[in-house]
C-alpha cells in the first residue's frame, strides 16, 4: 500500500463488529464545510441521492446522475477524516445487473475515495449484493421505503405493515446473506424494525423504524431545520437553522437599504493601519 494512501478510521468490517453494541450515529452530508462538522460527531458519513431534493430542488432522487453523486462524494471526501464515508449509487446505475452495478460502483469508489456503497432493494438485489461485496465493493443495503421506487410505490408511504412485514424481513435476511455490512430500515413499523435487528447478523440503521436498530440515520438538513414546511414525523429538530438564516439575511437586506452596512470598519482606507487587511 501506498504510504500516502488515505484509509478511513472506521471500516466496514468496523462497522459490522458494532452489531448490538454502541449504536451507530449516521448523518448525510452533500458539501466539505459540513461535512467536516459531521465527521466530528458521526461514526458514518453518507452522500445521499436525497441531494437532488435537498440541493437542487428535483422533485425526488429518481433525477439523480451518476456524475452528480461523484461530485457531491468529492467534496464530502475533503472534509471527512475519521468516520465511514458511504455513497449512494442512484437510480439507474446499478439495476440492469451486477456488471453495470460493479462498474459504477468502482467508479464512484474511485473518484470519490469513499469506503462504500449503498443500494436499494432488498431480495431482487441479492444477486447484485452478492458479486460487488466478492469483488471487493463493500455494499451498504436499504430496505423497507426505497426512495428510488417511489413511483411505484405510490408515494413515501410505511412499508411493513400487515401481510407485507414478510416481505421486509425475507429482504433482511436476504441483504445480509449476500454479505452487506449494514442495512438501513427506512419508514417501517418498529415492531418490525426490532425483530429484524434480533435476527439478521449485520447491524440495522434506523430512519423513522426503532430506537432498538444498531444505529440512527437522518438527513442532516432536516435535523438542523433548514426547511420551514418539512417536517416528516420521524425527523427530531435539534436545530432551527432555517428560521436563522431567514432572520439574518433578513437584518443584512434592511441594513443594506438603510445603508447601514457596510460600516466604517468594512470599508478600506487609502492608508495601512498597521495591521493586514
Known amino acids: 500500500m501506498s504510504a500516502n494512501a488515505r484509509v478511513p478510521a472506521l ?6 463488529a458494532r452489531k448490538g453494541g454502541e449504536p451507530l450515529v449516521c448523518l448525510t452530508a452533500y458539501t466539505t464545510p459540513l461535512a467536516r462538522i459531521v465527521d466530528r460527531h458521526c461514526d458514518i458519513v453518507l452522500v445521499g441521492d436525497s441531494v437532488g431534493m435537498v440541493l437542487h430542488g ?15 462524494g468529492q467534496a464530502v471526501r475533503r472534509g471527512v477524516e475519521r468516520a465511514l464515508l458511504v455513497v449512494d449509487m442512484p437510480f439507474g446505475s446499478y439495476e440492469e445487473s451486477p456488471e453495470q452495478a460493479f462498474r459504477n460502483a468502482a467508479l464512484i469508489m474511485t473518484e470519490t475515495g469513499c469506503g462504500a456503497v449503498k443500494l436499494e432493494g432488498g431480495e431482487t438485489m441479492e444477486r447484485t449484493i452478492r458479486f460487488l461485496t466478492r469483488h471487493g465493493i463493500p455494499v451498504m443495503a436499504h430496505i423497507g421505503l426505497t426512495p428510488q421506487a417511489v413511483n411505484t410505490l405510490g408515494g413515501y408511504k410505511v412499508q411493513g405493515r400487515g401481510d407485507d412485514a414478510f416481505h421486509i424481513q425475507r429482504d433482511a435476511e436476504a441483504v445480509a446473506e449476500a454479505g452487506a455490512f449494514s442495512v438501513v430500515l427506512e419508514k417501517v413499523p418498529a415492531t418490525l424494525a426490532d425483530r ?38 420521524f425527523v427530531k429538530r435539534f436545530a432551527e437553522l432555517g428560521d436563522a438564516a431567514d432572520a439574518a439575511i433578513a437584518s443584512y437586506a434592511r441594513e443594506v437599504r438603510s445603508r447601514e452596512f457596510p460600516g466604517d470598519v468594512h470599508v478600506f482606507t487609502d492608508r495601512k493601519q498597521g495591521k493586514a487587511e
Open 58 to 72: 428535483l422533485p425526488s432522487t429518481v433525477g439523480v446522475s451518476l456524475d452528480m453523486m461523484i461530485m457531491h
Open 196 to 233: 429484524i435487528t434480533k435476527t439478521i447478523p449485520i447491524p440495522t440503521i434506523g430512519i423513522g423504524a426503532s430506537p432498538t436498530c444498531d444505529g440512527q440515520i437522518l438527513v442532516a438538513d432536516d435535523m438542523l431545520g433548514m426547511f420551514a414546511t418539512f417536517r416528516p414525523k
Open 11 to 16: 471500516t466496514p468490517p468496523d462497522v459490522l
